[in-house]
């Protein structure tokens, strides 16, 4: 006879729920727009806190940053040359 198990098998009464699927990099993409934008919706946060990991946001977050400072550049430089 096996040990009696602590919990219940998945999708039974009383089981905790299954782990969430991990986010896609659009998910986290457009959750660092968002952030930059400083508007995020309630239940959208909601599920990013639980698929989205710090890492992530960080990674995706220098990244990004560093793309508008470059595109910044750029378009400095541009309007300069023409003047």
Request: avoid cysteine; aromatic fraction near 4%; glycine fraction near 10%.
């Amino acid at each position: 006879m096996p040990p009696p198990s602590d919990s219940a098998p998945p999708g039974e009464p009383g089981s905790p729920p299954p782990d969430p699927p991990p986010a896609s990099l659009r998910q986290i993409v457009g959750a660092v727009l968002w952030s930059f934008f400083g508007v995020r919706k309630g239940k959208a946060m909601q599920r990013d806190v639980v698929t989205i990991k710090p890492h992530q946001v960080i990674i995706v977050g220098i990244l990004l940053a560093a793309g508008v400072v470059v595109a910044l550049l750029i378009l400095v430089r541009v309007i300069t040359r023409g003047i």
